[in-house]
């Protein structure tokens, strides 16, 4: 594993949205980052799963969090505005995005490969990512130390058969993230990088390999050490990574 342990309340006075927050690594690291001391921001289709998520951190006596439903695949850029005019009159800044919200489509052939559900994937994966990004940087810019995380994974760099759509969208996903962090490069209040979470027991994992025995690799509490990493001030300077929260690395051979 990524090895880094996190200072008592690392991310104290910071705002951080998260995507996908309903549940799975989303989840995981929303409740992480409570615990750390930021306010979170909820954001997910399912708003019965982000009210859960929501009961468990004011459980766990951390600071408030909000929550903003939002459905990425059929959201489009006026949601987006709107997004952020809620957020610039609640919070007036944002300090960090963890674009966390993803879904795998189809394993089958690009032969074979539904144009529809292509779509669908490229609409959560890579566009939604985009627009939200583009669209919130003016309440990044008005933080002192803001960091923007997004997810690739192990089929980011290298095509591999029968992942089609999702494959497609970690190669964009990992492309916006490096084209972002070289554009931001000498910006020191932003810096942009990804986080390959590697094989975790979550929901699209067992949909990927329904005959895997989830206790055998890694859950979403066990990669958090990259996550809390990449989002706090110990990551200041460290720009345009793609970190294996499954690796050998640690947080010392980046600074």
């Given at each position: 594993?990524?090895?880094?342990?996190?200072?008592?309340?690392?991310?104290?006075g910071?705002?951080?949205?998260v995507t996908g927050a309903g549940d799975g690594i989303g989840k995981a690291s929303a409740i992480a980052y409570a615990k750390a001391g930021a306010t979170v921001i909820l954001a997910g289709r399912t708003e019965e799963k982000l009210e859960a998520v929501y009961d468990e951190i004011e459980d766990?006596?951390?600071?408030?969090?909000?929550?903003v439903p939002i459905d990425f695949d059929?959201?489009?850029e006026p949601d987006y505005i709107e997004l952020a005019n809620l957020l610039d009159t609640t919070f007036g800044k944002l300090d960090g995005i963890l674009h966390n919200a993803g879904i795998i489509g189809l394993r089958t052939s690009i032969e074979h490969y539904d144009p529809i559900i292509w779509d669908q994937v490229m609409r959560v994966?890579?566009?939604?990512?985009?627009?939200?990004?583009?669209?919130?940087?003016?309440?990044?810019?008005q933080s002192t130390d803001a960091s923007v995380i997004f997810i690739t994974s192990g089929v980011a760099t290298k095509g591999r058969a029968y992942w089609g759509a999702y494959c497609v969208s970690k190669f964009a996903t990992l492309g916006?993230?490096?084209t972002l962090a070289d554009e931001l490069e000498n910006d020191p209040n932003i810096r942009i990088n990804a986080i390959n979470p590697g094989g975790t027991a979550t929901a699209m994992r067992a949909y990927a390999y329904p005959a895997e025995d989830p206790s055998t690799i890694a859950t979403p509490d066990d990669i958090q050490p990259a996550y809390l990493f990449l989002m706090g001030?110990?990551?200041?300077?460290v720009?345009?990574?793609?970190?294996?929260?499954?690796?050998?690395?640690?947080a010392q051979d980046l600074v």
């Open positions: 594993m990524f090895k880094y342990d996190a200072p008592e309340l690392l991310l104290d910071r705002t951080i949205l766990l006596g951390c600071k408030q969090p909000a929550m059929k959201a489009r994966n890579v566009n939604a990512p985009f627009i939200l990004t583009q669209t919130l940087m003016p309440l990044l810019r916006l993230m490096e001030p110990d990551s200041k300077g720009n345009g990574q793609n970190i294996d929260a499954q690796g050998t690395l640690s």
